[in-house]
């Protein structure tokens, strides 16, 4: 049984045109002709002279989408590409195997496609439609979401008007479910940052909920690492204090109380750490006399999403976010 494989024309679709004439591609034309690479790790190894400053995470995305096209594809697997302009997806079926188009300036890396039937994406189940949701630029179809697109073109599909209400997608539900994948993608983002990245970036936060912020120096570690307060001096209140741990391990009470130890009587206090607190960590925090607030990274996460529309130039440059639009009914 052959696959099915959705690949995207470009950010927007903007080589839906070029795809409509008989093919589907991928860029990446800085690694040049990619025929006779047969392993994925070929393909990493590929990416990482090219761009030897890429994060492991992308070395890895684009050795595998690269793998997948030229290798795992084969001919007579069908494929699937949408076109947001008349809100159609076409179905076709490979034809060849991969081969290096160089006139072809940023996606030169091709597969031979015969286009047969156009679907209207209104005309599928909700199911369907939210799996081609992705926004990946390659991804395999589900069985389910393939027999629905195929049913659909062959004029075979028959649906009920009881169970065609039924299938109106849920729009309530789908936006949970993207911004959970937000979420979780940001998360993502925030662990790529590096701990004095880190501290700047809760120093924006408590800029953008109306404090004035001093990040402390590079250097040995002092125990506090941002300082905030209405006037920038810590003569009005509240004086907020902060530490930032920016690691894969829990903080134990130990830490938790040294840092409670540094506090003073008028102090707030912040404690910043990625890979969470453990459980007598959180005891400790419950019962300090200073009032203190423990955030993990979700909770960061959380902090960045309620007040982002409120960062000043450094903290969106320290971390650009892009909003997105969703309908409200």
């Not at 025929?35 to 393909?43: C, D, N």
């Not at 997608?169 to 949970?176: A, I, Q």
């Not at 404090?211 to 040995?220: A, I, L, M, N, Q």
């Not at 005891?283 to 909770?299: G, K, Q």
Request: glycine share 8%; aromatic share 8%.
């Amino acid at each position: 049984m052959s696959n099915t494989w959705m690949i995207r024309a470009g950010q927007g679709g903007y080589l839906i045109n070029q795809f409509a004439k008989g093919y589907v591609a991928v860029g990446w034309s800085q690694l040049g002709d990619l025929s006779g690479i047969k392993s994925r790790e070929e393909f990493k190894q590929l990416w990482r002279k090219a761009d030897p400053r890429a994060k492991p995470g992308k070395v890895a995305a684009v050795g595998a989408v690269l793998h997948k096209f030229c290798n795992v594809i084969q001919v007579g697997d069908a494929v699937i590409t949408y076109d947001p302009n008349t809100r159609e997806y076409l179905v076709g079926e490979i034809t060849g195997p991969y081969h290096y188009d160089p006139t072809l300036k940023d996606h030169p890396n091709v597969r031979d496609v015969k286009w047969q039937s156009r679907v209207s994406r209104d005309a599928l189940e909700a199911s369907t439609r939210n799996s081609y949701g992705s926004k990946l630029t390659f991804f395999a179809i589900s069985p389910e979401a393939c027999e629905d697109v195929q049913s659909v073109a062959a004029g075979t599909k028959q649906t009920s008007p009881e169970a065609e209400e039924s299938e109106k997608p849920d729009f309530e539900e789908l936006k949970r479910s993207r911004e959970d994948e937000a979420h979780e993608a940001l998360k993502d983002k925030l662990l790529e940052l590096d701990e004095y990245q880190m501290q700047e970036l809760l120093a924006a936060i408590l800029r953008a909920m109306g404090f004035k912020t001093r990040v402390s120096p590079r250097g040995p570690d002092r125990g506090l690492d941002v300082f905030a307060s209405p006037d920038g001096l810590g003569l009005q209140e509240p004086r907020i204090k902060a530490e930032v741990k920016h690691r894969s391990g829990s903080i134990g009470a130990q830490e938790l109380r040294s840092f409670i130890g540094g506090l003073r009587p008028g102090d707030r206090a912040l404690y910043l750490s990625t890979g969470g607190f453990s459980k007598d960590a959180k005891y400790e925090a419950d019962r300090s006399n200073i009032p203190l607030t423990l955030i993990d990274l979700d909770s960061l996460a959380t902090l960045v999403e309620q007040h982002y529309e409120s960062f000043d130039s450094d903290g969106r440059g320290l971390l650009p976010l892009t909003k997105i639009y969703w309908p409200s009914e």
